[in-house]
């Protein structure tokens, strides 16, 4: 693995005394988590979630934008604040480079959109995965984390369906019409997954202008899953550091594509591409389809 041709430039970058900052930016469910796991298999690579950087970022909007506040009206109070945001961002990430020592590289990961943007001059890497798909697999994952998960006006259908599971955790896998059975729900979620994705073609044209540093890396989890190793190598070649390093993908540490069996208890619950088609009728595909079905169709999902 890896391209020798690129061996003097990773070590060049390798000897910077100065850790280079990246992030890691995705719907939920949509492989944030093996990404990080992925570049954590590397030496000089430590990816750690979850920030939220875009917490403080709306807060400055928030200060920044009201007509009847300081910070609309004055541009240098605006400067001040803007000068003050990357430092901020970098001296909370730079307190996880000590966890492991040698990393050259330093990576928050959120499951976020691109939007707001946490830091300028970064990497980006940008996981995309079939919106059905997450669809199903946030559906196990707040059945397994509860309702504190859960928007509150959904407490009482997911309340019930968190009983079923409870008693029983294969109980949808069993009963796979049962789990999306909530309309305005699934409405919802694929409303979200659709912006998230809408965010992100709107960042990747205003970066084809070339004004901005920020590097930007679109991953697709279906890609990833096809061929794991060779979409590790592009995640390292992306953070220039040299593929070789890295050790094997496996099981074990949830690396590999797919796990070795479904378990509906873990976070690691299934990972495999198409599971959507286990639990959508004609029904559950139109509401999707509504809401989010002009962005399957932009990045070519099979409809």
Not at 112 to 140: E, K, M, N, Q, T
Not at 258 to 276: A, H, L, S
């Amino acid at each position: 693995m890896g391209n020798p041709a690129f061996q003097g430039t990773f070590e060049a970058e390798m000897n910077s005394s100065k850790p280079d900052l990246f992030f890691v930016r995705g719907h939920p469910r949509s492989g944030t988590n093996w990404i990080r796991a992925l570049l954590n298999l590397h030496p000089h690579v430590h990816c750690r979630g979850e920030f939220h950087f875009e917490a403080i970022l709306n807060g400055v909007n928030d200060f920044l934008t009201p007509e009847w506040c300081v910070g609309s009206q004055s541009t240098e109070v605006q400067r001040i604040v803007q000068r003050a945001i990357s430092p901020l961002v970098e001296d909370c990430l730079r307190t996880i480079s000590k966890e492991k020592p040698g990393a050259t590289r330093i990576g928050d990961v959120t499951p976020h959109g691109l939007v707001p943007l946490s830091h300028p001059d970064s990497s980006y890497i940008y996981i995309l995965r079939d919106g059905r798909d997450v669809l199903v697999s946030w559906a196990y994952h707040l059945l397994r984390v509860g309702l504190e998960a859960v928007p509150e006006w959904h407490h009482q259908d997911f309340r019930k369906k968190i009983e079923r599971y409870d008693k029983d955790s294969f109980y949808f896998v069993n009963n796979p019409e049962r789990l999306l059975d909530n309309e305005q729900w699934v409405r919802e979620v694929a409303r979200a997954w659709a912006q998230y994705n809408r965010d992100y073609l709107e960042i990747e044209e205003w970066l084809s202008s070339g004004e901005q540093k920020i590097r930007l890396l679109m991953i697709r989890y279906e890609e990833l899953h096809r061929n794991v190793e060779e979409g590790r190598d592009k995640l390292f070649s992306f953070l220039n550091v040299d593929p070789c390093l890295a050790a094997p993908v496996s099981f074990e540490d949830c690396t590999a594509a797919g796990f070795d069996r479904e378990d509906p208890t873990q976070f690691c619950r299934k990972g495999i591409v198409g599971d959507w088609r286990n639990y959508f009728d004609a029904k559950i595909s139109q509401w999707f389809d509504d809401e989010a079905g002009e962005v399957l169709r932009y990045f070519k999902y099979e409809i």
